[in-house]
Antibody, heavy 126, light 111 residues
Framework: QVQLQESGPGLMKPSQTLSLTCTVSGGSISSGDFYWSWIRQHPQKGLEWIGY???????YYNPSLKSRFAISADTSKNQFSLKVNSVTAADTAVYYC??????????????????WGQGTLVTVSS | QSPLTQPAYVSGSPGQSITISCIGT?????????VTWYQQHPDKAPRVMIF???NRPSGVSNRFSGSKSDNTASLTISGLRAEDEADYYC???????????FGGGTKLTVL
């Protein structure tokens, strides 16, 4: 059974670059037809899909978000990562990594996420 | 303001049935059968309870069911149990951004 675990800094200052990593166990991120996403949940608010990286390394981002986000993968460590440039208080959220079987993904998004990490809280404050 | 509208709170007594609504538009819920419902217990990861409007993943109790009418999707939980107390989120594909959007979540309390 696949397991995902996020790791990150916890506390950031405005204008810094946030780096989060998702470590996947129980399955390879580069084999099989799976897509790997980042999703965030603002305090007391709903969820927001950020983007994905596919098993083949293709990425796609939520067009509603500004282009401050970048997802990459390190297949040797079976990890994928999220970088967010120039963070502000509005980026304060719990960040989740998640997996989707390819049959539930299109070129522009995935419509469901069947395995999630526990989430990591990122607070942006001066 | 979340793209999909859910009631903030719903409650019911053990054994009863409850329904949580998820109101979208003709660009998302009304157009596509791509509604997913998630259950989230405190400090836990979300779990898929229903996908593609009516489908239950293996391992999910048949007390959970989904439906859709026009721009509104619904999650019904029958035979309410204490362990059903959690937050529930709906999501849908939307053609307005060609992305997936979520509801603001509903806190279910089992009285």
């Amino acid at each position: 059974q696949v397991q995902l675990q996020e790791s990150g800094p916890g506390l950031m200052k405005p204008s810094q670059t946030l780096s989060l990593t998702c470590t996947v166990s129980g399955g390879s991120i580069s084999s099989g037809d799976f897509y790997w996403s980042w999703i965030r949940q603002h305090p007391q608010k709903g969820l927001e899909w950020i983007g994905y990286i596919s098993y083949s390394g293709r990425t796609y981002y939520n067009p509603s978000l500004k282009s401050r986000f970048a997802i990459s993968a390190d297949t040797s460590k079976n990890q994928f990562s999220l970088k967010v440039n120039s963070v502000t208080a509005a980026d304060t959220a719990v960040y989740y990594c998640a997996r989707t079987p390819g049959q539930y993904c299109s070129f522009t998004t995935c419509r469901q996420f069947d395995s999630w990490g526990q989430g990591t809280l990122v607070t942006v404050s001066s | 303001q979340s793209p999909l509208t859910q009631p903030a709170y719903v409650s019911g007594s053990p054994g009863q049935s409850i329904t949580i609504s998820c109101i979208g538009t003709s660009s998302d819920v009304g157009r596509y059968d791509y509604v997913t419902w998630y259950q989230q217990h405190p400090d836990k990861a979300p779990r898929v309870m229903i996908f593609d409007v009516t489908n239950r993943p293996s391992g999910v109790s048949n007390r959970f069911s989904g439906s859709k009418s026009d721009n509104t999707a619904s999650l019904t939980i029958s035979g309410l149990r204490a362990e059903d107390e959690a937050d529930y989120y709906c999501s849908s594909y939307t053609s307005s951004t060609t992305s997936v959007v979520f509801g603001g979540g509903t806190k279910l309390t089992v009285l």
